[in-house]
């Protein structure tokens, strides 16, 4: 009996360590920058491709109470929408197992630059890139 047992208890670890597995390989879902200040919401889209959107900021308005706006972008009938729900990435290809290259557009400054992501498990680095200079986002999941 004692060995039924200990089958069942590591069969139902391996079960469960197998599901948890899984659900690491998928970017899907909501995914926080390491400092905090930006949540996105990452699917898939056209396929295999992922796109993100902004699902949340750590300060979404101003000191004056106003939400925060896409002030910066070159096309100047989309300045009055608010940062939260903007279209980061839209359609990076995959590149590998776990890994895609695309465009990201940027709110802070209004430029869309070359982007490479990496999901590792929990973890998806994502690198953007003008010319030669990249800039690293550790995003982790949250959900």
């Not at 060995?3 to 390989?25: N, V």
């Not at 300060?59 to 608010?82: A, C, I, M, V, Y």
């Not at 590149?95 to 590792?120: C, E, M």
Request: aromatic share 10%; net charge positive; proline share 5%.
């Amino acid at each position: 009996m004692v060995k039924l047992r200990a089958f069942i208890f590591i069969g139902g670890l391996c079960f469960g360590l197998q599901q948890a597995t899984a659900a690491d390989t998928s970017a899907d879902g909501l995914w926080r920058l390491g400092n905090g200040k930006l949540t996105v919401k990452v699917e898939y889209c056209k396929g295999d491709n992922i796109c993100a959107k902004v699902a949340g900021l750590a300060k979404p308005f101003h000191s004056d109470g106003t939400p925060k706006l896409d002030e910066n972008n070159p096309n100047k009938s989309l300045r009055q929408r608010p940062v939260i729900g903007i279209q980061l990435i839209d359609g990076m290809s995959p590149t590998g197992p776990n890994s895609w290259k695309g465009k990201i557009y940027n709110a802070d400054d209004g430029h869309t630059y070359s982007a490479y992501a990496k999901l590792n498990g929990n973890s998806l680095q994502v690198k953007g890139c003008w010319g030669p200079f990249c800039k690293n986002l550790d995003f982790s999941r949250v959900d």
